[in-house]
């Protein structure tokens, strides 16, 4: 079945540093999503993409529909200590008509 | 208020026992999902459904039950909770499907011991 690999696991930065994360698959999707979870609470959306080679922005959060349609990334510019949480990726195909998420990145800021 | 609402927030159960996870939106959504999230595994679908009385498996529904007789609530059911079963359960909510891009709306979470 459709699988996606997000990378790294875990990361532990300074903050003010940038954060880059990704994920990647074998299959191709349509629409790629990232969500952020904060401790004790359920993912919430923070960026969509939708067409291949897409790249948007949403503050200091940027991402790309990779153009192969197989892959994504995330970039947090300048982190501050409330970007603390688990990032995950999803990918969403309309073939399938499913939505997988990755296994998510674990992001520690030390101010 | 608007919103997704999971209850109970926390449950410590026996193995065998069966436990029912209540999950209500007020945003007549089509779509309802119930979620695992354990680590190393990130979120996995256990059961979604896209309108009343309709629903299907996902990725792991072995071992659990979901009904929709309401388009505002979506229970999920463990029938003989298992310690494997031991996980935090998130319900999400949509208007179109997941795949299209719909942003999820989830809730925050309820967190099972089965002990």
């Known amino acids: 079945g459709q699988q996606l690999n997000q990378s790294p696991q875990s990361m532990f930065i300074q903050e003010g540093e940038d954060v880059s994360m990704n994920c990647t698959s074998s299959s191709i999707f349509n629409t790629w999503l990232w969500y952020k979870q904060d401790p004790g609470e359920g993912p919430v959306l923070l960026i969509a993409?939708?067409?291949?080679?897409e790249l948007t922005s949403n503050g200091r959060l940027t991402a790309q529909f990779g153009i192969t349609r197989k892959d994504s990334f995330l970039n947090i510019s300048a982190s501050i200590p409330s970007d603390v949480g688990i990032y995950f990726c999803a990918g969403g195909s309309s073939n399938t008509g499913k939505l997988i998420f990755g296994q998510g990145t674990t992001l520690q800021v030390k101010p | 208020d608007a919103g997704i609402t999971q209850s109970p927030r926390y449950k410590i159960t026996e193995t065998g026992r069966q436990v029912t996870l209540m999950c209500h939106q007020t945003w007549s959504h089509s779509y309802m999902f119930w979620y695992r999230q354990d680590l190393g595994h990130g979120l996995r679908l256990i059961y979604y459904s896209a309108a009343a009385d309709i629903t299907d498996k996902g990725e792991v529904p072995d071992g659990y039950v979901v009904s929709r007789s309401k388009t505002e609530n979506f229970p999920l059911t463990l029938e003989s909770a298992t310690r494997s079963q031991t996980s935090v359960y998130f319900c999400a909510s949509t208007e179109r499907g997941g795949y299209s891009g719909s942003p999820l709306h989830f809730g925050n979470g309820t967190r099972l011991t089965v002990t």
């Open positions: 993409l939708y067409k291949a080679g």
